[in-house]
């Protein structure tokens, strides 16, 4: 990670209600599941509950601090805390064991609505759905694009097995002989008016670990064409988390 | 030709004849493995892939070391309940063995099986060891420490489970001395060896993500000239327990969480060399092998010092037995018959044979163990039958659902629950009427892994010396460090790291199925809980559950029934 100001001194800054930032980790545990938050600048922020692999914004890791990347939204605080949606959150790879805030329940700080997935057994299903096992193409036609994306500093994890898999059964469904990748490295611009760099390389790395994992799983038959772009000069604090990523192009 | 032999329990079909072949059968060689080591090197960190030929690429390592190992001089004496290679003893279709629960059942959906010529139950390497020598049926297809120094007493140490290439701490130690055999007499656990750096499926060399240093070497293998990881063929050894050759199509299956990329990591699936289906991982502590068939490929490498490879049918009739085989636990001391047909349908050996495999059990629509209600509203009473079976249930409310911080477990925590996560045992142990990951299942709870793994520290009045190897892991600059235990990493057994490479499986384990434990102490990959009530003790310890004697008391008996 590399910390840089932006064009001007820090003069550059995302918009108001705009919460970018990295910070300790906080769990509060209720009456049902746990809640996470995070404090900035003096103000509590409510980022997620416990859920599961399927919930499209999973917790943090205490021992690691984590960026922040979220909107205030006029939702009513959840455990005490002001909720950001949309809502990206990046587990930062250091560890940090000054990152150890766990708070007792309280009455007062309950989820006032049922968690998707209790913290014992669920009803029969994961919080957002089971995994397609063999997922089938709505459409073969070519070319058709994909994209992946990474926590920052991040590549593939366990939110990009479905979507590999996918990628896997259209090409062979559709009969594609060319994947085309590109990986991109990008930044962040914090609500500080510093700019969060990813590592120089990631692009290439995200471009050439997908190529490598789908070779990995069996689909050797086609033609990998690898390509990285630099794009951190894009971030405006907006929607950054959006700028790390990698497009497939199955043709 | 011809004894006697006792190979039945108190239910158990009467099987009074043997036959004791006079020379290891079926021995017919294919090529040398030897020549399958001539295979590039090549870059392969995250391509486990599947293996050209049938063969894993680490598999031809094992085998030089294998082959360069003593054949240790062996015999093989009949006693009651174990099973000697090459005896031709007939398989009962069921069969009940007594331990200190009960009685463990063991059933051949398949009906009677004719051991004799049958590759399972003939000794067909050179050690005099078969399959059975060490997945044995009373002992719930696995073998118990304890079986283990009965072998050694009975035989005066000749029993070929005592082989010097993995039934002693190194092959190089005097056979006849009971401390070159010390892990597997105290601890139940037999020498892995495994290639370093490693080899991915297609026999290319993977690029670690770590340097290892062997810290501590009380077996002498790890730094032996000849076995050791500077030795000419590099290998490291571990030492791990035998896991359960019975109630396979649960951790074979294709159901739930199992396609082509593993779901914890994203990385792509290993696969089965014939079919090109991935593989559930969830057979062999590291994971090493996709399917039944080349696990046996590998295993008459290393512990039979079979030098080939196995010919199809053989291969064919191991795993068809390996399908057809179940074991559990069909009666408790205290709680009396676990197979009465208004029982818990969970228990008991043939609601395991009849069960669905491939199911996701953690939830309240599908049980991990289903125990049903009878034993849950049993009325109170004096009934000390009564009294064992509601502890059994509470013990099976206690694995559901007592909630505790999992905190720092690595394939747990870093999956989208977030690092603590506040669930149950059942949320690792989630697979139904097995108690395994339902997807591909190694994790990191501290096992091998220091702090937590059993290690005492030394003082100069403590006379025990430590027993298991302790390895150094240094990952390299340009990876992210392991996210709970940083940049170095001791550890007795790098686990899945060993196979992959990747600092963050380093310690982590492939979890055990829950069935026929009363029957195979000591637990965990390296025996380091020698009861189940140690087991216990160790999570309450590693998550701080806080648990009551109580509740220890219902959580032992509650696993003491699977």
């Known amino acids: ?251 | 030709m011809g004894s006697s032999s006792a190979h039945r329990g108190n239910t158990g079909y009467v099987l009074n004849t043997t036959f004791r072949s006079s020379a290891p059968a079926a021995r017919t060689r294919y090529a040398s493995l030897a020549l399958l080591a001539l295979l590039p090197l090549a870059h392969a960190a995250d391509t486990p892939g599947a293996a050209t030929n049938g063969i894993a690429g680490h598999v031809p390592a094992q085998n030089r070391q294998a082959q360069a190992a003593p054949p240790t001089a062996s015999s093989t004496v009949p006693a009651a309940r174990w099973w000697v290679p090459g005896d031709g003893v007939p398989l009962a279709p069921y069969i009940a063995y007594p331990n200190a629960h009960g009685q463990l059942g063991i059933l051949n959906t398949s009906g009677l099986i004719e051991t004799r010529g049958h590759p399972f139950f003939e000794p067909i390497g050179k050690n005099g060891r078969a399959c059975v020598s060490c997945h044995q049926p009373a002992n719930a297809m696995s073998l118990s420490v304890a079986a283990i120094q009965a072998r050694w007493r009975e035989t005066g140490g000749k029993d070929p489970i005592f082989a010097a290439i993995d039934g002693m701490n190194c092959p190089h130690l005097p056979p006849d001395d009971p401390k070159s055999h010390s892990l597997l007499l105290e601890r139940g656990l037999f020498r892995i060896f495994l290639p370093w750096p490693p080899k991915a499926a297609d026999g290319t060399r993977i690029d670690p993500e770590f340097d290892i240093e062997v810290v501590r070497d009380p077996t002498g293998c790890n730094l032996h000239p000849k076995y050791g990881l500077k030795s000419e063929n590099p290998m490291i050894s571990v030492y791990r327990r035998p896991r359960v050759a019975a109630n396979t199509k649960y951790f074979t299956h294709h159901g739930f969480g199992v396609f082509a990329f593993i779901g914890k990591n994203g990385l792509p699936a290993a696969r089965d060399p014939d079919t090109g289906l991935p593989s559930g991982m969830n057979m062999l502590a590291d994971a090493r092998q996709p399917t039944l068939a080349t696990q046996a490929i590998e295993a008459a490498v290393t512990h039979l010092q079979f030098d080939g490879r196995l010919p199809p049918e053989q291969l064919e009739r191991i795993v068809a037995f390996e399908r057809q085989i179940y074991t559990a636990q069909v009666f408790d001391n205290a709680a009396g018959d676990l197979m009465e047909s208004d029982g818990p349908p969970g228990l008991g050996v043939r609601n395991l044979a009849n069960g669905r495999e491939g199911l996701l059990g953690n939830n309240i629509t599908n049980y991990v163990i289903p125990l049903g209600e009878k034993w849950h509203q049993l009325p109170p009473s004096d009934d000390p039958e009564d009294e064992a079976r509601r502890s059994i249930a509470r013990g099976h409310d206690i694995f559901m659902f007592r909630t505790f911080w999992i905190k720092d477990v690595m394939h747990l925590n870093t999956v989208g629950l977030g690092n603590p996560a506040k669930r149950t045992c059942a949320t690792c142990h989630g697979m139904h009427m097995m108690g395994m990951d339902i997807a591909n299942g190694w994790m990191d709870i501290g096992t091998t892994n220091l702090p937590w793994a059993r290690e005492e520290p030394e003082n100069p009045w403590n006379p025990r010396d430590a027993q298991l190897p302790l390895f150094k892991i240094t990952c390299k600059a340009d990876v992210p460090p392991h996210p709970f235990l940083g940049r170095v990493i001791y550890t007795q057994d790098p686990g899945r790291a060993l196979i992959s490479g990747k600092c963050n499986d380093v310690g982590a384990i492939v979890m055990q199925q829950f069935r026929g434990l009363a029957a195979r102490a000591p637990y965990f990959v390296n025996g380091s809980a020698s009861t189940l009530r140690e087991l216990v003790d160790f999570y309450d310890r590693r998550f701080n559950i806080g648990l009551t004697d109580q509740e220890r008391d219902d959580l032992v008996h509650f696993l003491s029934v699977l």
Request: hydrophobic content about 40%; overall charge negative.
């Open chain 1, 1 to 251: 990670m590399l910390l840089t100001c932006a064009v001007s001194s820090c003069a550059t800054l995302p918009p108001s209600d705009h919460r970018n930032f990295v910070a300790c980790p906080i769990v509060r545990d209720t009456s049902t599941v746990p809640c996470w938050l995070a404090e900035y600048e003096g103000e509590t922020y409510f980022l997620t509950i416990q859920t599961d692999v399927s919930a499209p914004v999973t917790p943090p890791w205490l021992g690691h601090r984590v960026l922040v990347e979220g909107v205030v939204s006029d939702e009513p605080r959840i455990c005490g805390g002001i909720v950001l949606k949309p809502l990206a959150l990046s587990v930062m790879q250091e560890l940090d064991e000054s990152c150890n805030t766990m708070l007792p329940a309280e009455e007062r700080y309950n989820l006032t609505f049922e968690p998707p997935r209790p913290p014992g057994p669920s009803r029969g299903r994961l919080s957002f759905g089971d995994p397609n096992m063999n997922p089938q193409a709505e459409s073969t036609a070519l070319p058709r694009t994909f994209e992946l994306h990474y926590e920052f500093d991040g590549k593939v994890m366990f939110r990009h097995a479905q979507l590999l898999q996918k990628i896997l059964a259209f090409v062979r469904q559709s009969g594609a002989t060319q994947v085309a990748i590109t990986g991109y490295r990008a930044a962040s611009l914090l609500s500080s008016g510093e700019r969060m760099l990813e590592q120089a390389t990631i692009g290439q790395h995200r471009a050439e670990q997908i190529a490598e994992l789908l070779k990995g799983a069996g689909l050797t038959g086609v033609r990998y064409e690898l390509k990285w772009e630099d794009v951190a000069g894009k971030a405006d604090g907006i929607d950054d988390a959006a700028l790390r990523r990698a497009v497939v192009t199955v043709r």
